[in-house]
């Protein structure tokens, strides 16, 4: 694939936030702030291995966009996701700026004592709202899930470590079809009562709609409060920008996304790529909602990506403003 800089046009180019007061005055957080999970969620269903040099320097790129969360790998077997066997060179290789949070996922204490170990300063523990996706995931079911990250978060307690809580099928699970919004308020409150800071809440395949996004989060934010809350969305059918844009008139103020909209789910056949993290910005520049994230670097990181994959972006933003 030939590279392409992709560079904003230049009525664009001058999008920032237009105004925090009119984002508020709409009901909208005057702030936002964006997790990017690009190298962990976006790269982990990669059929072919992704060198660790190329890893660490997306990292490294994203550091320099302003993005405060950065989820850097995941610290699972590499017999269950081979992608992420080289976690510990990942976190060793990277420049860690200040001011930058570099999160890694967890499934158990082993998970959580090797991450640590190899310098994590926060790490994430996934659930599911449904058991058979869970089996599939985690190979256990939702108690037993929930008995493991009692471990973890004992651990982590000691360690003064901060954890945030992933709760995947909050709109739809691929093996049990819908998913009652009762249930992912259980899960939730569960992994909030046991400590986890912020609670994902993920439509992992991305079946979810505006009405069935505010139809979940009025049951869960009468469990969890909603400054505990980030929003996950997958852009299957096209939808994600939409349920995000409801979660905010809701008063979620984190969201999660991936550059260059990477990303999948090994165990959730037929889910396609994360919001890309360019169209989420541009989105919320046009509200006046302050990320602190330029988005001129953010799509140089996603063409690096892209040209390293030897793939086309899925961000609409940088497909729009390509330059060949």
Same mark, same amino acid.
């Given at each position: 694939?030939?590279?392409?800089?992709?560079?904003?046009?230049?009525?664009?180019? !001058?999008?920032?936030?237009?105004?925090?007061?009119?984002?508020?005055?709409?009901?909208?957080?005057?702030?936002?702030?964006?997790?990017?999970?690009?190298?962990?969620?976006?790269?982990?269903?990669e059929k072919n291995v992704?060198?660790?040099?190329?890893?660490?320097?997306?990292?490294?790129?994203?550091?320099?966009?302003?993005?405060?969360?950065?989820?850097?790998? !995941?610290?699972? !077997?590499?017999?269950?996701?081979?992608?992420?066997?080289?976690?510990?060179?990942?976190m060793q290789g990277i420049?860690?700026?200040? %001011?930058?949070?570099?999160?890694?996922?967890?499934?158990?204490?082993?998970?959580?004592?090797?991450?640590?170990?190899?310098?994590?300063?926060?790490?994430?523990?996934?659930?599911?709202?449904s058991e058979l996706f869970?089996?599939?995931?985690?190979?256990?079911?939702?108690?037993?899930?929930?008995?493991?990250?009692?471990?973890?978060?004992?651990?982590?307690?000691?360690?003064?470590?901060?954890?945030?809580?992933?709760?995947?099928?909050?709109?739809?699970?691929?093996?049990?079809?819908?998913?009652?919004? $009762?249930?992912?308020?259980?899960?939730?409150?569960?992994?909030?009562?046991?400590?986890?800071?912020?609670?994902?809440?993920?439509?992992?395949?991305?079946?979810?709609?505006?009405?069935?996004?505010?139809?979940?989060?009025?049951?869960?934010?009468?469990?969890?409060?909603?400054?505990?809350?980030?929003?996950?969305?997958?852009?299957?059918? %096209?939808?994600?920008?939409?349920?995000?844009?409801?979660?905010?008139?809701?008063?979620?103020?984190?969201?999660?996304?991936?550059?260059? %909209?990477?990303?999948?789910?090994?165990? $959730?056949?037929?889910?396609?790529?994360?919001?890309?993290?360019?169209?989420?910005?541009?989105?919320?520049?046009?509200?006046?909602?302050?990320?602190?994230?330029?988005?001129?670097?953010?799509?140089?990181?996603?063409?690096?990506?892209?040209?390293?994959?030897?793939?086309?972006?899925?961000?609409?933003?940088?497909?729009?403003?390509?330059?060949?």
């Open positions: 694939m030939a590279a392409a800089r992709r560079l904003l046009p230049r009525w664009a180019g !001058s999008l920032r936030p237009v105004s925090s007061a009119a984002a508020a005055s709409a009901g909208y957080p005057k702030r936002v702030k964006v997790v990017e999970v690009g190298p962990r969620d976006g790269l982990q269903n992704v060198p660790t040099p190329v890893k660490i320097n997306l990292i490294n790129m994203l550091s320099e966009t302003g993005l405060p969360v950065i989820e850097a790998t !995941s610290f699972v !077997s590499p017999k269950w996701v081979p992608q992420m066997a080289d976690h510990t060179e990942v420049n860690k700026l200040p %001011g930058i949070s570099y999160p890694v996922l967890t499934p158990n204490l082993k998970g959580f004592q090797a991450a640590v170990a190899a310098g994590a300063k926060e790490v994430s523990i996934f659930g599911a709202a869970t089996k599939k995931n985690i190979n256990c079911s939702i108690e037993e899930s929930l008995e493991r990250f009692d471990e973890v978060m004992k651990a982590a307690r000691e360690a003064s470590i901060p954890v945030r809580g992933y709760v995947s099928c909050v709109l739809g699970c691929p093996y049990e079809g819908k998913i009652s919004a $009762a249930k992912v308020a259980e899960v939730s409150k569960k992994m909030y009562s046991m400590g986890c800071y912020e609670i994902s809440l993920g439509d992992t395949i991305g079946v979810g709609t505006p009405g069935s996004m505010k139809d979940m989060l009025t049951v869960v934010m009468k469990e969890v409060p909603v400054g505990a809350l980030a929003v996950h969305c997958h852009d299957t059918y %096209g939808q994600a920008l939409a349920n995000i844009l409801v979660a905010l008139q809701m008063g979620v103020s984190v969201v999660d996304a991936s550059v260059a %909209g990477l990303g999948g789910c090994p165990y $959730a056949q037929g889910a396609s790529g994360n919001v890309a993290t360019e169209d989420l910005v541009y989105m919320l520049n046009g509200l006046g909602i302050h990320t602190g994230v330029d988005l001129q670097k953010l799509m140089d990181t996603g063409t690096f990506i892209c040209n390293a994959l030897n793939r086309r972006t899925n961000s609409k933003v940088s497909q729009a403003s390509c330059r060949l």
